[in-house]
């Protein structure tokens, strides 16, 4: 415990800080770059009606290809990428790059084959997507609780640990007001905005990342003499600190990587073996990519397909970018700072980042606080803010759509829009309290590669969950029992997995795990390739085992019927009618009960009753002063309009062939540049 406490103080006071961003000229640029976030999450709200539950979750599915290709880029690449890129690289070199480069091919799987299902589907969350597939409850119960605990206690817990290095780094501030003041104005545009304002706002983070990381690049680069001194000086990049009375240090702990400038690495003795990179990558990549809902509620939101292929062909452009923006940086700061970077003392460690397992984390933030000068050390603090942001307000905006439809539907079912938003607004609240109080945790936890735990963490987790979306959509005779079988042996599996590793600690060079190796050392994602055969073989061999779905369930559904035409009989229609059927009778004797409150409810001069404070924030909210029982009258007919302008993926053949033709451009050039850095 008392350890504990140590390490927390290191963390927030490191023996070399520096207060770097304290004049007029960086001030001024933070400034600029917070009004005109708010001003677009602002702008935005008049854009689309938020007084709906497709208006808030969805953007009223109506955005064009460039915001929703933004958002993809910007939802993705978090200050956890800048700081875990950076830092992996500076530590291993060039091959994490894969990471990025992978998702390049599956981002055309998500545009091309899962969201048209989604689409013909009629769903807003990837739970409600295999309720209506498998039918039943368990599946969609257990997927809601997983995802809101990913969400709560890893993405954000990164988000706001790669943060607090960067601001500790750079301003030198209290770590608890700069992520509730950073908190406090995500959660503004985010609660009042919806979905819409995220994107819109996304779009200008995007802008703002890649321009500011491009300017970094270029003093980076410049520093070292360009391109070629990154290969010269790379290997001799070894600290001149790296013996101890305490320790015998191996010369592998502080010597960079032989085949640093390798992405394909040896398949047994790699820290990224190839076969690992190219297969069990891309089945984290498949769960991430398609089957997250913070990633895949972006393209429902689409104006048609045509714009959602088109949306995931400018993030896979953008895909491009991380190598030469994030990682090549990280490598250079090594060589920069090498007695920092790549510290390998445990003491010299502590002393310099609050941490003895390394500092390579802080390459990227050491960058921006020696080499920038005044202003463009500003605009790098607005582009860590800009990823932090909007990383944090797309999960915000996921798992308030997940609890809204998943959780309080099925607990109050008569619940109208006007109670589904308020709550989902009440449950960013809470994700902003439980994201405060975890900020010690993640303070005290910190340590190693950060990007190695997050994809770590992923493998463990999320091939039984992409086993079943992938087999979901195209095995017909895969059924409810399968599915659900294969989620829970999977998770059986990674946890017998990720217990033992958290339990050990991963270690270090310096510090060796002590976990038995026939459990911890098989790489992560050869194990992810592990999870996943199995969980197949589970979902399979159960869905073979017992009764087939009927395809009359699964009209437009799987991917192989998605242009179906047919009449598609919902599984637990019965249940779901008689659920409606019991809020309708709870909310007549709610309505018989307040007959005289209803009345004056239906007065229009209640409405005028309201104060001013409470109009004003009903308004800023996107929602009615008027009761929630005064709606406006929808005709069956344009319900029925609606439904299909929803669910309809029809494509113009021109610009179908024009994404088609880019999709094939970016694959070639993406295979160039694997083949080129092999």
Same mark, same amino acid.
């Given at each position: 415990?008392?350890?504990?406490?140590?390490?927390?103080?290191?963390?927030?006071?490191?023996?070399?800080?520096?207060?770097?961003?304290?004049?007029?000229?960086?001030?001024?640029?933070?400034?600029?770059?917070?009004?005109?976030?708010?001003?677009?999450?602002?702008?935005?709200?008049?854009?689309?009606?938020?007084?709906?539950?497709g208006?808030?979750?969805?953007a009223?599915?109506?955005?064009?290809?460039?915001?929703?290709?933004?958002?993809?880029?910007?939802?993705n690449?978090?200050?956890?990428?800048?700081?875990?890129?950076?830092?992996?690289?500076?530590?291993?070199?060039?091959?994490?790059?894969?990471?990025?480069?992978?998702?390049?091919?599956?981002?055309?799987?998500?545009?091309?084959?899962?969201?048209?299902?989604?689409?013909?589907?009629?769903?807003?969350?990837?739970?409600?997507?295999?309720?209506?597939?498998?039918?039943?409850?368990?599946?969609?119960?257990?997927?809601?609780?997983?995802?809101?605990?990913?969400?709560?206690?890893?993405?954000?817990?990164?988000?706001?640990?790669?943060?607090?290095?960067?601001?500790?780094?750079?301003?030198?501030w209290?770590?608890?007001?700069?992520?509730?003041?950073?908190?406090v104005?995500?959660?503004?545009?985010?609660?009042?905005?919806?979905?819409?304002?995220?994107?819109?706002?996304?779009?200008?983070?995007?802008?703002?990342?890649?321009?500011?990381?491009?300017?970094?690049?270029?003093?980076?680069?410049?520093?070292?003499?360009?391109?070629?001194?990154?290969?010269?000086?790379?290997?001799?990049?070894?600290?001149?600190?790296?013996?101890?009375d305490?320790?015998?240090?191996?010369?592998?702990?502080?010597?960079?990587?032989?085949?640093?400038?390798?992405? =394909?690495?040896d398949?047994?003795?790699?820290? *990224?073996?190839?076969? @690992?990179?190219?297969?069990g !990558?891309? #089945? +984290?990549?498949?769960?991430?990519?398609?089957?997250?809902?913070?990633?895949?509620?972006?393209?429902?939101?689409?104006k048609?397909?045509?714009?959602?292929?088109?949306?995931?062909?400018?993030?896979?452009?953008?895909?491009?970018?991380?190598?030469?923006l994030?990682?090549?940086?990280?490598m250079?700061?090594?060589?920069?700072?090498?007695?920092?970077?790549?510290?390998?003392?445990?003491?010299e460690?502590?002393?310099?980042?609050?941490?003895?397992?390394?500092?390579?984390n802080?390459?990227?933030?050491?960058?921006?606080v020696?080499?920038?000068?005044?202003?463009?050390?500003?605009?790098?603090?607005?582009?860590m803010?800009?990823?932090?942001?909007?990383?944090?307000?797309?999960?915000?905006?996921?798992?308030?759509?997940? =609890?809204?439809?998943?959780?309080?539907?099925? *607990?109050?079912?008569? @619940?109208?829009?006007?109670? !589904?938003? #308020? +709550?989902?607004?009440?449950?960013?609240?809470?994700l902003?309290?439980?994201?405060?109080?975890?900020?010690?945790?993640?303070?005290?936890?910190?340590?190693?590669?950060?990007?190695?735990?997050?994809?770590?963490?992923?493998s463990?987790?999320?091939?039984?969950?992409?086993a079943?979306?992938?087999?979901?959509?195209?095995?017909?005779?895969?059924?409810?029992?399968?599915?659900?079988?294969?989620?829970i042996v999977?998770?059986?599996?990674?946890l017998?997995?990720?217990?033992?590793?958290?339990?050990?600690?991963?270690?270090s060079?310096?510090?060796?795990?002590?976990?038995?190796?026939?459990?911890?050392?098989?790489?992560?994602?050869y194990?992810?390739?592990?999870?996943?055969?199995?969980?197949?073989?589970?979902?399979?061999?159960?869905?073979?085992?017992?009764?087939p779905?009927?395809?009359?369930?699964?009209?437009?559904?799987v991917?192989?019927?998605?242009?179906?035409?047919?009449?598609?009989?919902?599984?637990?229609?019965?249940?779901?009618?008689?659920?409606?059927?019991?809020?309708?009778?709870?909310?007549?004797?709610a309505?018989?009960?307040?007959?005289?409150?209803?009345?004056?409810?239906?007065?229009?001069?209640?409405?005028?009753?309201?104060?001013?404070?409470?109009?004003?924030?009903?308004?800023?909210?996107?929602?009615?002063?008027?009761?929630?029982?005064?709606?406006?009258?929808?005709?069956?007919?344009?319900?029925?309009?609606?439904?299909?302008?929803?669910?309809?993926?029809?494509?113009?053949?021109?610009?179908s062939?024009?994404?088609?033709?880019?999709?094939?451009?970016?694959?070639t050039?993406?295979?160039?540049?694997?083949a080129?850095?092999?």
């Amino acid at each position: 415990m008392d350890s504990g406490g140590e390490t927390l103080r290191a963390t927030q006071q490191p023996a070399t800080q520096t207060v770097a961003i304290n004049n007029a000229a960086d001030i001024s640029v933070i400034s600029i770059y917070f009004l005109v976030v708010i001003g677009v999450g602002l702008w935005s709200m008049r854009r689309t009606n938020r007084g709906t539950v497709g208006g808030y979750f969805l953007a009223g599915r109506n955005m064009v290809w460039w915001p929703v290709g933004a958002s993809l880029f910007a939802s993705n690449i978090g200050s956890g990428h800048f700081i875990g890129l950076a830092g992996t690289g500076a530590a291993n070199g060039l091959a994490v790059a894969g990471f990025e480069w992978n998702a390049l091919f599956v981002v055309l799987l998500l545009g091309w084959v899962f969201v048209p299902v989604y689409l013909t589907a009629g769903v807003i969350t990837m739970p409600q997507y295999l309720k209506k597939r498998f039918g039943g409850s368990r599946i969609r119960f257990y997927l809601t609780i997983l995802s809101l605990f990913l969400y709560i206690f890893t993405k954000i817990s990164v988000d706001m640990f790669s943060g607090a290095v960067f601001i500790q780094q750079a301003l030198g501030w209290n770590i608890y007001l700069a992520v509730i003041a950073l908190l406090v104005i995500t959660m503004i545009y985010t609660v009042t905005g919806g979905l819409a304002a995220l994107m819109y706002t996304d779009t200008v983070q995007t802008f703002v990342i890649i321009t500011g990381a491009f300017v970094l690049m270029g003093y980076a680069f410049n520093e070292i003499g360009g391109y070629h001194g990154l290969f010269e000086k790379y290997m001799n990049a070894i600290p001149s600190l790296h013996t101890s009375d305490l320790y015998n240090i191996s010369s592998a702990c502080y010597t960079p990587r032989p085949d640093a400038f390798n992405m =394909f690495r040896d398949p047994l003795t790699g820290d *990224l073996p190839w076969p @690992a990179l190219l297969i069990g !990558l891309t #089945i +984290v990549s498949c769960w991430y990519w398609c089957s997250d809902q913070v990633i895949v509620q972006r393209c429902l939101a689409g104006k048609n397909v045509t714009h959602v292929k088109a949306g995931c062909i400018l993030c896979g452009y953008l895909k491009f970018l991380p190598m030469f923006l994030m990682v090549m940086p990280g490598m250079i700061s090594r060589i920069l700072y090498k007695d920092e970077i790549a510290c390998v003392v445990a003491s010299e460690c502590k002393r310099i980042c609050g941490t003895e397992v390394g500092c390579s984390n802080i390459a990227y933030p050491k960058l921006v606080v020696t080499l920038m000068p005044n202003g463009l050390r500003g605009l790098m603090l607005a582009v860590m803010l800009a990823a932090l942001m909007s990383s944090l307000a797309s999960i915000f905006n996921s798992s308030s759509t997940i =609890f809204t439809i998943d959780v309080w539907t099925r *607990l109050r079912p008569q @619940a109208g829009d006007r109670e !589904l938003l #308020i +709550v989902g607004r009440v449950w960013i609240l809470f994700l902003v309290a439980v994201s405060i109080a975890w900020i010690p945790v993640v303070q005290a936890a910190q340590g190693g590669q950060l990007f190695d735990y997050m994809q770590s963490v992923a493998s463990y987790l999320a091939p039984p969950i992409a086993a079943v979306f992938f087999l979901a959509l195209f095995v017909k005779r895969v059924n409810e029992p399968g599915a659900f079988w294969g989620l829970i042996v999977g998770l059986l599996i990674g946890l017998s997995r990720m217990i033992p590793e958290f339990v050990y600690g991963t270690g270090s060079c310096l510090f060796p795990s002590a976990c038995p190796a026939i459990i911890c050392r098989i790489h992560y994602l050869y194990f992810a390739i592990i999870l996943f055969l199995c969980s197949c073989v589970v979902v399979l061999g159960v869905s073979y085992c017992t009764p087939p779905i009927d395809e009359k369930h699964l009209y437009r559904l799987v991917f192989s019927l998605r242009h179906s035409k047919e009449e598609r009989f919902d599984l637990d229609a019965e249940e779901d009618e008689n659920r409606r059927k019991k809020a309708i009778r709870q909310q007549e004797a709610a309505e018989n009960g307040s007959l005289e409150h209803k009345m004056e409810v239906h007065d229009p001069a209640a409405v005028e009753k309201h104060s001013l404070a409470r109009r004003c924030l009903d308004w800023f909210c996107g929602l009615s002063s008027a009761a929630p029982e005064v709606e406006p009258n929808t005709s069956e007919e344009e319900l029925v309009e609606a439904s299909k302008k929803l669910t309809d993926i029809e494509e113009n053949p021109l610009w179908s062939t024009v994404v088609n033709v880019n999709a094939i451009i970016m694959m070639t050039f993406a295979i160039f540049l694997w083949a080129y850095f092999a």
